[in-house]
């Protein structure tokens, strides 16, 4: 719904556009609000912030139009404003053009070229909006993205890569931090976060230095993946280096809380690619797949400190890491039971 704001002396005015806009105003398309003169339009802006239209006579008592279009161009500059006068001349056109009017209609007034001019106002309003809505979130993303990473989204080879989807060999970790939950629980919000984001920040840290990448936050659980030669070694090389590294964090929150991880790890063919909602636009590019669901239940089965890995991934580490086997467990969702190994060092 537009909201206009109409300043003009002639009461008439008002009942007239009540008369000829009442389809426009049942159905809330367009909602009205009014002032006799530009001091008084003033005050119903502060009032009404959302106005997005003016439509604003020239001749009016205290403060006249042109007098009113300056001062709308110094405090709401995303305001257009339509002159609608019947002085009609070329100097007060020029005149209102030059303060920055978006256009002019003269009186006596026709509705229909009147509301054909708030249609195109009303365009014009939303792509202002729309263009600064976008330069705004382009400066947030700044500060958080690689500038070679913005030059690479503006790409065609962004453009391609974004819409394929592919089979890859992969190892999918979750590494969860034990007993957080208790933490939300009984601390303040501010403290929980800060303490939370420092945790991550620990463990990301060893996911990158073993060419992983997170893939998501989940609460207080981490999924990273790891592509490329090697993957599922540098992976536990990852999560020893996360176990480690939290261990040996000092206690939080007087002393009453001691970081540790829980570690589910797994291995093998894994589809990636956008997924989520195109209306809605928000896509996620990940991983999907018996393997990441699998690597979610081996975490589940996971103490604190343990990192699981199911019976194909030690066999294809055993020679590289010290592992225990714990024996067999019923993973959720899986048919039969799993012989699970924990990886040591």
């Given at each position: ?43 119903k ?23 009113l ?5 110094e ?21 209102a ?36 809505q ?29 819409m ?134 081996l975490?589940?089965a ?21 592992c ?22």
């Open positions: 719904m537009a909201k206009i704001l109409v300043a003009d002396d002639e009461v008439d005015l008002e009942m007239l556009i009540k008369q000829k806009f009442r389809r426009q105003i049942r159905e809330n398309k367009y909602e009205f609000v009014f002032a006799l003169n530009g001091n008084e339009a003033l005050n802006l502060n009032q009404h912030p959302d106005v997005e239209i003016v439509l604003s006579d020239i001749n009016m008592p205290e403060m006249d139009g042109l007098s279009l300056t001062k709308l161009n405090i709401s500059p995303l305001v257009k404003t339509v002159m609608v006068s019947a002085y009609g001349d070329m100097d007060n056109i020029r005149t053009m030059n303060r920055g009017a978006f256009d002019f209609v003269c009186k006596p007034v026709n509705f229909q070229d009147l509301e054909l001019t708030i249609e195109k106002t009303m365009q014009h309003v939303a792509q202002l909006r729309s263009t600064l976008a330069i705004k979130e382009n400066n947030i993303l700044r500060m958080y993205v690689d500038e070679n990473v913005l030059k690479f989204m503006n790409s065609r080879e962004y453009e391609s890569s974004i394929s989807n592919e089979t890859i060999e992969a190892t999918v970790a979750f590494i969860d931090i034990c007993s957080f939950t208790s933490i939300m629980e009984n601390e303040p919000a501010d403290e929980v976060v800060k303490l939370l984001n420092n945790y991550f920040d620990v463990m990301v840290k060893e996911i990158l230095a073993q060419q992983g990448h997170v893939d998501k936050f989940i609460g207080d659980a981490i999924m990273a993946v790891f592509r490329g030669p090697y993957h599922l070694d540098r992976a536990i090389e990852a999560c020893l280096a996360v176990r480690k590294r939290i261990e040996s964090l000092p206690k939080e929150l007087g002393s009453t809380f001691s970081p540790q991880v829980s570690i589910g790890v797994n291995s093998g063919e894994v589809i990636s690619g956008n997924i989520g909602s195109g209306s809605l636009r928000r896509l996620d590019y990940t991983v999907i797949g018996d393997v990441v669901n699998t690597a979610q239940r975490q589940s996971a103490k604190e400190c343990q990192i699981i890995i199911n019976e194909d991934a030690y066999n294809k580490i055993k020679e590289s890491f010290n225990n086997k714990i024996g067999e467990v019923s993973l959720k969702n899986k048919r039969g039971s799993s012989v699970i190994y924990e990886v040591l060092n």
